[in-house]
């Protein structure tokens, strides 16, 4: 079975500065996808990143980067020029099928709060 | 991309009651996703809904507790029955559009409190 490991239940940053977030995954799959989805206090999930494992090129999005370290499972989450909106919960998740048609499985998650 | 809503966006229930949750998609998918997540907690998956056959529950999770209905591709059900202060938590739904967009997408969620 897949698990996923966020070992930062919180962290906190100073507006316009840098945070990375810790992520790691087990699996013995070797093709896979792995995702950082944020939510807000409104509860709704939204898809910040994606990365396949396929790709060795770390996949960015704006102010939003991954490092993805295959061999190590690590999969981290870098977030530049911090602004407030960016306050939320981080949840780290992992998944096997190529169609999406299985579910996500999910890391516990790190509270991140951007401080004025 | 799929827009996904759901009902009621939130709820208060007495306990021993049963509460259904409706989960609507504006394209039709394959596969239907339950999550719950508990206050302060993760998303666990409940169950896999497809539409024609029997939902897949996950371990932990049981039919007769977690009913859920499939009956087109657009639409799902999840029944909490006979409700305790435990089962307060936000329920959520996703759906995985397929080969050729791997990502999924969640709905708003449904905050359900058991008094």
Request: charged content about 15%; some cysteine.
């Amino acid at each position: 079975a897949q698990t996923v490991t966020q070992s930062q239940p919180e962290m906190s940053v100073q507006e316009a500065e840098t945070v990375t977030l810790s992520c790691t995954y087990d699996t013995s799959e070797n093709n896979y996808y792995l995702f950082w989805y944020k939510q807000p206090p409104s509860r709704q999930m939204i898809l910040v990143i994606r990365q396949e494992a396929y790709k060795q090129q770390n996949a960015t999005e704006n102010r939003f980067s991954v490092n993805f370290q295959k061999a190590a499972k690590s999969f981290s989450l870098k977030i530049s020029d911090s602004q407030l909106g960016d306050t939320a919960m981080y949840f780290c998740a992992f998944m096997t099928s190529y169609s999406g048609n299985t579910p996500l499985v999910f890391g516990k998650g790190t509270r991140l709060s951007v401080i004025a | 991309s799929a827009v996904i809503s759901q009902k009621p966006s939130r709820d208060i229930c007495q306990r021993g009651t049963s509460l259904t949750i409706q989960c609507q998609v504006d394209s039709q998918v394959t596969m239907m996703f339950w999550y719950r997540q508990q206050p302060g907690q993760s998303l666990t998956l409940i169950a896999t809904a497809n539409q024609g056959s029997e939902a897949t529950y996950e371990s932990g999770f049981v039919i007769d507790k977690f009913p859920i209905s499939r009956p087109n591709l657009t639409f799902s059900t999840l029944t909490v029955s006979n409700m305790s202060p435990e089962d307060s938590s936000i329920y959520l739904c996703s759906v995985g559009p397929g080969l050729a967009d791997y990502e999924q997408y969640f709905g708003p969620g449904t905050r359900l409190t058991v008094t």
